[in-house]
Structures are given as C-alpha cells and as structure tokens.
C-alpha cells in the first residue's frame, strides 16, 4: 500500500482549485515533535524546486549554530488540504512533509525520517519489498476552561466500547474520523477506551514511512478537532493515576515478492514462517534498547507498570495480552505481530526504524525466540517468571537510555548522531525529573520524618 505521488502540475493545479492560500512544510525533531515552516503560496515553485531553506540549529537534536543552513525537500506525495483551515478570505491551508538536507544537499543524518527510509533500505536489500505496519493510538480528552486552557477534567467516565450518554465523545470522534477520511485515511475503527476520557482511533496499515507520516498527521488531526470541541487532545501516556493509560500497538509484517513473508503453513509453528519467528526473537532480544525509543518520557514508565494492562515482561505470546508481543489470530495475508509496549509519545520514525532493524538482525542471525507464554504473566510471581525466562522491560528512562547505549544494533538503526542527540537531551529531562518533588513525596513523607 503506496501513496500516489502527485506531480509538481498536480500539486500547482491543486492548491489553485482549492484556493490554498498558505502551505505548511513539516518536518520532525529527534524528540517526535512536529515542526513546520509555512510559506505563502506565492513561494510553491520554490519549494517544489526544493530551495526552501531554514535554521537548523533552533530544532531540537539538530546542528550547531555555526552550521544551521539547512533544505526542506517536500515529498510530493505527501501533498493534502486542511479541510478544516478556511480563513477569514475564503483560503485554505495544504501540507506537505519534507526530508531534511543539509547546506550542501546531502541527507541530514538527523533527520528522524531520513532514519525510517535508510532502515527500510537495508530490508529491500534484504530481499524485503515492504514493512507494512498498522498502529493503535490512544490519547485522552480534557475539558478546557472558559479561557481555552485544558483543565485536568475529564470528558466523560465511561469505559470500553461504551455508548452515550456515558461515553461524552461519541460526537467528537466521528468528527476526527470524518476529516481523516477527507484526508484520505481509511479509518477502520474507533471507540471508547477502558479508561475514563479515553479513546481509540484505528486505521489501515501502510508501508512503515506512510505509516509513520500519518501518526504524526494524526496528533494533529485529534487535537485540532479536539479544541474545535472545547477539549484538550492529549498522547501523555498516563496522565491520570490509578486508571489505565495510552498506548500505541504496532501490528507489522514483512512482504517479499511471494507476499506475507511472515505467513507460514498450517503445520508450521502457530502457523507462523522461519521468518517470523526470527524476526520475533529479534525483537525480543533488543526489548529493552528499543523501549527507549517507544517509551521516550519519564512519564512512559507510569503506564508500563503491572495492573493496568500494559506489559511489563519481554515475552510472547499466540493466545493472550499480557506479553509483550502477541500474535494476533488472523494467519495467511493478515499474519503479523503485535508490539504492545509502544506508547504514543514515540517517535514513530525512529521507534519503526528500530523495530525493523531489530527484526531484520533476528532473521539475519537465526535467532530464535523463547517458548511462547500462554498464562497471564501478572499472575505469576518472579520464580515462575524466572524459570519461563521472562525478564522484565526497563523500569525508567533512564534505565532504558543504559540500554540504548550498550546495544550497537539499535545505535546503528537510526545512526550515532540521532542516538547522541536523543541520550543527551533525555537525560537532561531524567536529571531534571529527579530534581521535583512530587505530591506522593509530600503525602508519604512530610508528616512521617
């Protein structure tokens, strides 16, 4: 599944139809955070001759000061109308994603994007013609005050696949998914989550760098429609304590010229291929480095604790969630696994960069995954655990940055420059974290020292 990629005519006939008045020109910084450089309509030709220019070193993980000239080269494939940007004059807003250059028109090697396209590479060499891949993005819903700040009030107290009245946000949701559909997503499902507030937006798989474009659109998407509402959006992954927090599933499988690479017979292991079972043990191996990258914030170790449905535990399993990674039920053209720890503050470029290389390092070496675990592991307890083999996910950030450090696979998947970035700033942010004193500190230990 490919995106069509309009022509430079297309596009100028385009944004001349639909009276487009503005183009923003996103890219994303190392942390996942969407950027934009929007330029009057006037400046198309410039920018479809990719003459765009901008400073590189005000973006988080980017260059230096003395070295900040950098290119926007837009993917015209990318090319879409806000349908929800209509200004005062009638105008309207378009899109189009870029690829980072540097002054000297070489791919930026801190391009998170850049990053995506060179592990998708590496698996075309491989013999692999796609990595397809489908997400599960959750995000909660605040109400904002009378002077559009979020408040920390939730939309509703309703619970999985509730209806309204208990579910507040019935109306809201058919809004986002109605403009993804403008914006040519083909939604699949979308319903209320098991916690209070909390939704579930799902839609068709694509190829690993469409995939990862439209996470980022997506965010965008939720929270525009969602203030629209009187609401605040937000991808924290636990942002209340107690109750369950946000996550993003990532299904993903292999395709090679015969189809679903990771489709195997019948008689097969859960009916899964060599392939996949290899790329599987891959994955499990560089669990705890690739956490990093899926679990990119102090705050995405509050979500991965026992109790709230979110895995804890390197296992696997073909029949139950609290592993890890599942597999799902459907085989054939629909054979593909599940990662379940991945959370919606990810960086989608470099969290499916990693993954694939992961895998892809599992099928090269042979490795083997450990013996599926078909018993909730929540209710076992640490020598059961053990003698399963089951070993336990990084418990902090920074824990998980230790990791990323001491595993040259995962370093390579997105390259030294992007990882010395990203381990720079995030133990900054773990430095500063542990500098805060928190309410529980205050309620545990004021009165009792």
Do not use: C
């Not at 474009?213 to 525009?224: A, E, R, Y």
């Not at 709230?308 to 629909?334: D, H, K, L, Q, T």
């Amino acid at each position: 599944m490919t995106q069509k990629t309009m022509t430079k005519d297309e596009i100028r006939a385009k944004v001349k139809a639909e009276h487009v008045e503005f183009i923003r020109v996103t890219f994303t910084d190392v942390m996942g955070t969407i950027k934009n450089v929007e330029i009057p309509v006037s400046q198309l030709d410039t920018l479809l001759d990719n003459d765009v220019m901008f400073d590189g070193s005000s973006i988080e993980g980017f260059v230096r000061i003395n070295e900040s000239d950098m290119y926007l080269y837009p993917d015209l494939s990318t090319f879409m109308v806000f349908p929800w940007s209509e200004d005062a004059h009638g105008g309207k807003v378009a899109r189009l994603i870029a690829d980072v250059y540097t002054a000297d028109r070489k791919p930026f090697p801190g391009d998170p994007r850049h990053a995506l396209k060179e592990a998708v590479k590496h698996a075309q060499k491989d013999g692999f013609t796609e990595f397809n891949v489908g997400t599960e993005p959750e995000f909660f819903l605040f109400k904002l005050d009378e002077n559009g700040k979020p408040t920390m009030e939730l939309n509703d107290h309703g619970s999985y696949f509730d209806l309204a009245p208990l579910d507040g946000a019935e109306d809201v949701r058919r809004e986002i998914v109605l403009t993804l559909e403008q914006m040519d997503f083909e939604v699949e499902a979308a319903h209320h989550e098991v916690a209070d507030g909390q939704h579930e937006v799902d839609f068709k798989y694509a190829n690993a760098l469409e995939a990862a474009d439209k996470i980022q659109t997506f965010k965008l998407v939720v929270k525009t429609i969602a203030r629209k509402n009187g609401y605040y959006a937000t991808f924290m992954p636990k942002p209340i304590s107690g109750i369950n927090g946000s996550g993003m599933h990532v299904n993903m499988s292999l395709f090679n010229e015969d189809g679903n690479a990771f489709a195997g017979g019948e008689d097969e292991f859960y009916g899964l291929s060599e392939t996949a079972l290899h790329f599987l043990g891959g994955l499990l191996k560089h669990a705890p480095a690739i956490t990093a990258f899926a679990n990119p914030t102090v705050n995405s170790y509050k979500r991965l604790t026992p109790g709230f449905e979110a895995p804890v535990y390197i296992a696997w399993s073909a029949s139950n969630r609290s592993p890890m990674v599942r597999v799902p039920s459907s085989r054939g053209i629909g054979t593909r696994l599940e990662l379940r720890t991945v959370d919606p503050t990810a960086n989608p470029y470099l969290t499916l960069a990693a993954i694939l290389t992961a895998g892809l390092d599992g099928i090269d070496n042979h490795l083997e995954p450990s013996s599926s675990v078909d018993k909730n592991i929540y209710l076992m307890d640490e020598s059961e655990r053990k003698k399963a083999g089951i070993k336990d996910l990084p418990d902090t950030l920074l824990d998980a940055l230790e990791e990323l450090e001491n595993d040259p696979i995962v370093i390579d998947s997105v390259g030294q420059h992007i990882t010395g970035k990203f381990i720079e700033a995030k133990r900054i942010e773990y430095s500063s974290y542990r500098q805060f004193v928190t309410q529980w500190e205050i309620d545990n230990y004021f009165m009792n020292y």
